[in-house]
């Protein structure tokens, strides 16, 4: 006979409520790459290199030419709920930087080992400290450095059995890190990015700051994308709907592959937004007489107060205020691009 006795409710133990928790901001090693280049960027680097190993469950590297971390900051760095980005829950309205949560930080050390090695200007030399579930190690120690900030995390999931396993029976992590990089790389080209396996001598994406944007284009995705890209802008500036900006690079009727390539930014966050994607490929299959899916780079703003940033802690899908519109009006854009350009092409080509 089964008891009618209830269980017992316990209170969880720290350890384990913040080790299911980092689990799920840190997904899998490109999310940890991901929260570690953002956090490059909010620290103004132009300069950022990644090196991985055996996919990211080894060895993550991310460093960087930024402002640095105070050597009084270093206790508390790895803590969770830390950061130097957010004071206010009002300040979400507004905030600037890819980061606000401080919870990646933390979340590494509960899952992976973590060790910084930090400069900041007009210091003669860097710290290198280490943590583990939050807290440090040990004392900070001098070192040399060179300006900015290394990240590096070690044996990610080492505490998750069932995590590692998985990731080590899928193909690893290494070409969705270095399609992130490319796609950081495409957006931001006043910085300069590497990415490469640890041990190996020739990057896998490198990029050179201050080219333009299809010429960072080129270098990441290569010449045959590059040539078939055509320039495309909307913008909304009806004061009864949402206030929106939009720039980018679409593919034209030459370019004919199988697979959509969708880089989005809002507001300069790497975002997705299936609804947009599939407006997007519709317009594409309707224009065109090949069945080709697009390449799509595009950078959108909108009033911050427009965007959502808050809705999951991997921060991947933004909801948008009049989303329905803000699509519609990127449809009709790429239309007309795609149009004219499909009717230059049959002309070009008549004999
Ligand atoms: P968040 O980015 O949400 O603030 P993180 O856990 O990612 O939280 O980082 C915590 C804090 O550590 C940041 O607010 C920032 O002050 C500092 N930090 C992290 N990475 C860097 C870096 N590469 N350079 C300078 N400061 C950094
Ligand atoms: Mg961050």
Redesign the pocket.
């Given at each position: 006979a089964t008891t009618l006795e209830p269980p017992r409710i316990r209170r969880l133990d720290e350890s384990v409520v913040n080790r299911i928790a980092a689990g799920e901001v840190i997904q899998r090693p490109a999310s940890a790459v991901k929260?570690?280049v953002?956090?490059?960027l909010?620290?103004g680097?132009t300069s950022i290199s990644v090196v991985v190993k055996d996919g990211g469950l080894k060895l993550i590297q991310?460093s960087?030419n930024?402002?640095?971390?105070r050597y009084e900051?270093l206790p508390i760095?790895?803590e969770r709920h830390?950061?130097?980005?957010?004071s206010t829950y009002e300040d979400l309205q507004t905030i600037k930087?890819?980061?606000?949560?401080?919870?990646?930080?933390?979340?590494m050390t509960y899952v992976g080992h973590v060790t910084v090695t930090?400069i900041t200007e007009g210091q003669l030399h860097g710290y290198r400290v280490s943590y583990r579930d939050g807290v440090m190690e040990n004392e900070p120690r001098p070192c040399a450095a060179v300006r900015?900030?290394q990240?590096m995390v070690e044996n990610l999931f080492y505490n998750m059995i069932a995590r590692r396993k998985t990731l080590q029976n899928s193909s690893d992590d290494y070409p969705k890190i270095i399609d992130l990089i490319s796609r950081f790389a495409v957006h931001n080209i006043s910085v300069s990015f590497s990415c490469r396996k640890h041990g190996a001598n020739r990057a896998d994406v490198h990029t050179v700051a201050a080219c333009s944007r299809l010429d960072a284009i080129r270098t990441v995705y290569g010449v045959s994308v590059a040539r078939d890209l055509m320039e495309i802008t909307a913008s909304d500036d009806n004061p009864v709907r949402s206030i929106f900006k939009m720039d980018g690079f679409i593919s034209n009727a030459n370019y004919v592959v199988k697979k959509t390539t969708m880089i989005l930014f809002i507001n300069d966050r790497l975002v997705e937004c299936t609804a947009l994607k599939r407006a997007i490929e519709v317009v594409y299959s309707a224009t065109l007489p090949k069945a080709s899916k697009p390449f799509i780079y595009m950078s959108i703003g909108l009033p911050s107060e427009h965007v959502d940033v808050n809705i999951h802690p991997t921060k991947r899908e933004v909801s948008l205020l009049n989303q329905e519109s803000l699509i519609e009006t990127i449809q009709t854009a790429v239309e007309s691009k795609l149009m004219n350009s499909n009717t230059s092409r049959t002309f070009q080509t008549q004999p």
């Open positions: 929260e570690l953002e956090n490059s909010d620290a680097a991310v960087d930024g402002h640095g971390i900051d760095l790895c830390t950061t130097s980005k957010l930087s890819m980061g606000f949560r401080g919870e990646a930080l933390a979340s930090t900015g900030t990240i």
